[in-house]
């Protein structure tokens, strides 16, 4: 019996090595693509209606479809947006991973991700009460509000870091964030394209109070990865 108990345990023990050998960033990136293709599917069976899946500021503020803060991060406008945005998290994502470590770069990323829906959801209001109700029945979907935050973080703990802005413009990393923010909002007035450029703001502006945040609690560590990534 003792052996048998013990036999179980240690398959129960593999399992759990195997599953925590894989990084919190593969695992939100499994996520991601997984919810995808469920929302997807349940979308067009419509068994679920895309106001219970995307966060829409008119339905957050009259007290339904709450949930939606979540869902709407792992949830994406198409397969190029999820391809784009995943491709994105396995460069950025992984970083910031190990500059934090695996429970606090989770935390990060979701919390990030609420507030910048958050912000989505506050300026949609904001601007209705303003006699603007462009953005007020307007939805949202995506990982980019917590990839800005990832970004924001890495402008204030790697500010020199070499990167490339669409994967072709090279930039360090300080001048990336604004940047890209920056084009995003152009790309969308001129193409009128709905861009979530809104939410994208509040995840930068989560990220980078973070950064300054583990910056100050942590100077020595905050400023030896600096030098190393100049």
């Known amino acids: 019996m003792s052996a048998y108990v013990y036999q179980v345990n240690s398959k129960k023990n593999n399992r759990f090595a195997l599953i925590k050998s894989f990084s919190v960033n593969f695992w939100l990136i499994s996520l991601n693509i997984l919810f995808f293709i469920i929302f997807f599917t349940l979308m067009n069976l ?10 829409k500021p008119a339905n957050i503020l009259a007290g339904k479809y709450l949930w939606t803060f979540l869902t709407s991060m792992f949830m994406h406008g198409g397969i190029w947006h999820l391809f784009f945005n995943m491709l994105s998290m396995i460069f950025i994502g992984g970083l910031v991973e190990k500059l934090l470590g695996r429970k606090r770069y989770f935390w990060f990323y979701i919390i990030s991700g609420l507030v910048a829906s958050l912000v989505f959801v506050l300026t949609a209001y904001g601007l209705f009460l303003a006699g603007y109700p462009g953005d007020y029945n307007a939805m949202a979907v995506g990982a980019s509000g917590a990839l800005f935050a990832l970004v924001g973080f890495l402008m204030i703990i790697t500010p020199n870091l070499p990167v490339l802005v669409f994967f072709v413009i090279p930039s360090k990393m300080k001048y990336a964030g604004p940047g890209l923010l920056i084009m995003l909002w152009l790309i969308s007035v001129l193409g009128n394209i709905p861009i979530g450029n809104t939410a994208h703001f509040g995840g930068l502006i989560a990220g980078l ?13 905050s400023m030896i990865i600096s030098k190393y990534f100049s």
């Open 46 to 55: 419509n068994i679920l209606s895309i106001d219970a899946i995307a966060i």
């Open 209 to 221: 109070v973070y950064g300054f945040y583990i910056k100050k609690k942590y100077k020595r560590k």
